[in-house]
């Protein structure tokens, strides 16, 4: 299964994740976004989510600005 993996420490907080993939990305109160129901690993403190199919989460690793969204296929 794809895995999602988010550096959160890095997120600006643009929105643009939230606003193509809502499905996954939600923004939260401290400005940044949330990967919904991902752990985080506390080895590299990345959110990670095991997902089966891809969806528009392609669109929001895409359309991040600072590129902290990355697929693991
Ligand atoms: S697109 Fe990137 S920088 Fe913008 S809110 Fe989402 S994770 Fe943060």
């Keep these: 299964m794809p895995k999602i993996i ?3 420490e ?3 907080g643009c929105g643009s994740c939230a606003a193509l993939c809502p499905k ?4 939260a ?3 940044k ?7 985080n690993n506390e080895k590299t403190s990345n959110e990670e ?3 089966e199919e891809l969806g528009c989460n392609q669109d929001a690793v895409d359309s991040c ?3 902290i969204i990355h697929i693991n296929k």
């Design 6 to 8: 988010f550096e959160r």
């Design 10 to 12: 890095k997120c600006i």
């Design 24 to 27: 996954y990305w939600e923004m």
């Design 29 to 31: 109160e401290d400005g």
């Design 33 to 39: 976004s949330n990967l919904k129901g991902s752990k």
């Design 49 to 51: 989510l095991e997902i």
């Design 65 to 67: 600005p600072v590129q």
